[in-house]
């Protein structure tokens, strides 16, 4: 390792003495604040897959503003108050960013379905670069501001990087909070305070600070005028909304989402039924209300309550109730967990179908209290035997009365997209909770979508093996049958193996209502009829493998014919395009099966990419965009070559440490993000707490960094201490944290978050040091220091969509060990070399 440099050295005369701090928490607190606010937007107007583009073009911003900052030092600090008036200025070019790029996003006709048409691809990628340069401005200018801080106030580094971290933090908080209240497209407008704010207690002139006022108040009028986040026209509420006579009766603001409730003619509820109209009855579909969030459908809500269910034999969920009623002579009380209450009809469903006791859950806070708004008959002190709880399965699993069990675990077609934790339920953790709350002779009973991809209901099954050979069971494939509709599969997997008899009624029960059985344990089903046609999509040769040889006709069915060819024994290996391992509570991403190193077949065929995959591809065309920054920002020290010469050790440090901080970081970030909403069993509270607490325990240690940054020697102990401390975190996170975690999703929620604040305190403010020591060690060659700031932000860029497709792909546990080494190589890595003073004052 080089000896330390010199403990002090000649810089730039810096503008002022000492930094005011508040304005920069304040720009901090808008930019992190719009970033929220954008991602909202996106979700709105086309997806919430594509507000990985926010997030680039936020740290696009950031990088480039470095970038310029380190070309530019020498003219800033060139004469004392240059720097202060440029940063006096920053906040109302902020303020007119802000409102420009507000009011050019609403001109701007993003299609994401034509993205994936190769004929309309072009017009869209324009429209791509649009929204850069719509909102690029506002972050280049964030970034610029925050990181001239740095430049002309570098004997406060600590301080400063403590307020940028703890204003970010904020921001998490307030426009959270905003969002209770406000649309998403006018949570922008609010931010116009804190930057009218900033500029105020920098503008000395009560000339300027008036004219200041005015740009706000006008960029005020433009952004309420022509702010708009109009719904895309393939969304599915977009055609209720033109239906004459369609009433909005509801609309809630949440940070999990718009909520709204339609009426209309069109509002049925969704059940996969026969085609079989003798089997029908004449049952028609019932009137509902349609919720809907973000513009997708969620779930129908009832009018009234129900009467008589005429449809209920006719519908493909109604089999295992059927089953266990045939197996039991006289039929028995079924005991019901429901996972889901599709707006509450599934309990009536249930009931209707022999269930003696129903536990109904609905996680989402928000679509309980709908359920019970619009089913007030449900309330627990009217209702004996069905309950209706807004509980986590996991934790109410954890709760149960020992000995509690259940004949049926129901889990409701619409479950998977009422809630983010949702997916929880559908891996080989939670189909294993499932199963140890079964009834000898119960069975679960799991939905899964076939209108695009078979392949999904075949994940499913082999994460019901999986669960099932967790439990202990020898031989899953005897535990599992599975039957679908054209549209739809069930998967049925019993706790004791299916006899013949069992299975005979499985085929009888699905032929009376032209329902295919795709899987039945021990059964040949080559030339058995199909009632549904279901071909295969392939993105390999068209009409490959799932061809039905050997059928009666023409009609195919891929599931089966993929069930037999790649899940029994002896079967073959997937195509390459496709992953199919289970999911688990460490690689929860359930429609996430396409191999990305395949990615030519796939671009080829992009129109056949479901919209759940898309959110990968966008991460990868990001993570691409990303690197070449990265690139750019590395070679920047070759526009300085005399610099790069004198301090070649310097930049050789300088880019593992930066670039290893702007990863690691954000991979603990991410990593602490995920694993806060499993034990808090909340999407938008596990973001919102472990953004704001991580955010804000950095900025602390980020300040009390400044105690160590007087003397390189202290530097470096105060930085090892914390990567110390933060390997040590990492290490114990790897190894623990998912033994640990379930162990805590019954305690009370108040409990749980007290619990997980005091896990992230530690790594939290260990986090603040290392950028805070490196940019202090940095005044000795002062031209690296925006140079720095550029390339922590460039591979922060990086690291965002590096992280999902890492964990999306291999696990969150992953991105802590990859943490781990990152702060490993930061520890040995200080940016710092020796270096003759000439030469220094030469640089």
Known sequence: ?????????????????????????????????????????????????????????????????????????????????????????????????????????????????????????????????????????????????????????????????????????????????LMFVLHPAHLPLVLLPALLTAGWLLQPAAAARLALAALTVVAAAVMAVSARADYNEYKAVAAPLRVEGNQRL??????????????????????????????????????????????????????QPPGR???????????????????????????????????????????????????????????????GRYRPDLRPDLQRDARLLQAAPSAYLRTRPTGATFDVVDIAPDYFGSSDIAKYSFTVEGLAAYHAALSPHG??????????????????????????????????ARHIVVVRSAWNARILVARQPFDAVTLAAVRRLADERSFDVAYLAGTDLAGARIWNDLPPVSFEAVGGAGAGGGRQDTRQDALAAEIRAH?????????????????????????????????????????????????????????????????????????????????????????VYFAGLGLGFLFIEIYLIEKATFFLNDRTLGFSLALAAMLIFSGLGSWLSGRFTAEVEQTRRGLGAA????????????????????????????????????VIAPVGIALGFPFACGLSVLRAHPHFVPWAWSLNGAFSVVASPLAHLVATGHGNRVLVAAALVLYGLVWLRLPLARAPRAALAGA
């Open 1 to 177: 390792m080089n000896g330390p440099g010199p403990a002090a050295a000649p810089v730039l005369p810096a503008a002022i003495a000492r930094p005011q701090l508040l304005p920069l928490f304040l720009v901090a607190l808008a930019s992190v604040g719009y970033e929220i606010a954008l991602t909202r937007w996106f979700a709105i107007v086309s997806w919430s897959e594509y507000g990985y583009w926010v997030i680039s073009i936020t740290m696009v911003g950031i990088a480039a503003s470095g970038v310029v900052l380190n070309l530019a030092k020498d003219w800033l600090l060139a004469r004392p108050g240059r720097a202060a008036a440029v940063l006096a200025a920053g906040p109302a070019l902020l303020v007119a960013a802000l409102a420009g790029g507000t009011a050019a996003l609403g001109t701007i006709e993003f299609n994401p379905l034509a993205l994936q048409n190769h004929a309309t691809m072009a017009a869209q990628l324009a429209r791509i670069a649009a929204y850069y340069a719509a909102l690029f401005p506002f972050f280049f200018l964030s970034g610029a501001f925050i990181g001239l801080y740095f430049v002309a106030y570098d004997a406060d580094i600590p301080r400063i990087y403590a307020a940028d971290l703890v204003g970010a933090g904020a921001a998490g908080g307030v426009v959270v909070l």
């Open 250 to 303: 509801l609309t809630l603001h949440s940070p999990r989402g718009l909520f709204e409730v339609l009426d209309n003619f069109t509002e049925r509820l969704d059940v996969d039924l026969s085609n079989n109209e003798a089997m029908l009855g004449g049952a028609e579909p019932i009137a509902t209300y349609g919720l809907y969030v973000d513009g997708n459908r969620v779930t129908s809500l009832p009018k």
């Open 309 to 371: 269910l005429a449809y209920l034999n006719a519908a493909l969920d109604s089999l295992p109730y059927q089953l266990l009623h045939a197996a039991t002579t006289p039929p028995t009380p079924i005991s019901t967990l429901l996972v889901g209450s599709r707006g509450g009809f599934r309990i009536d469903e249930a009931a209707q179908l022999g269930a003696g006791r129903v536990v109904a859950l609905e996680p989402e806070p928000v679509l309980h209290a709908l359920v």
């Open 443 to 476: 069975m679960m009973s799991l939905p899964v979508s076939i209108r695009e991809f078979t392949v999904y209901a075949v994940k499913l099954v082999l994460t019901a093996r999986e669960a099932l050979r967790a439990a202990g069971v020898a031989d899953p």
């Open 567 to 655: 899940v029994l024994p002896g079967g073959q290996a997937w195509p390459g395009t496709v992953d199919l391992s289970p999911a688990t509570t460490d690689r929860p991403h359930f429609y996430a099966v396409l191999r990305l190193s395949a990615l030519a077949p796939i671009l080829e065929r992009i129109d056949l990419v479901p919209r759940e995959e898309i959110g990968a591809l966008v991460s990868l065309a990001v993570l691409a965009q990303s690197v070449v920054i990265a690139l750019l920002v590395l070679a920047l020290p070759l526009f300085r070559p005399r610099t790069m010469r004198v301090h070649l050790a310097v930049v050789g440090r300088s880019i």
């Open 723 to 758: 990567c110390l401390v933060i390997l040590a975190w990492c290490a114990l996170a790897w190894l623990l944290a998912d033994r640990l975690l379930p162990l805590g999703l019954a305690l009370p929620l108040a409990l749980r978050i007290a619990l997980l604040l005091v």
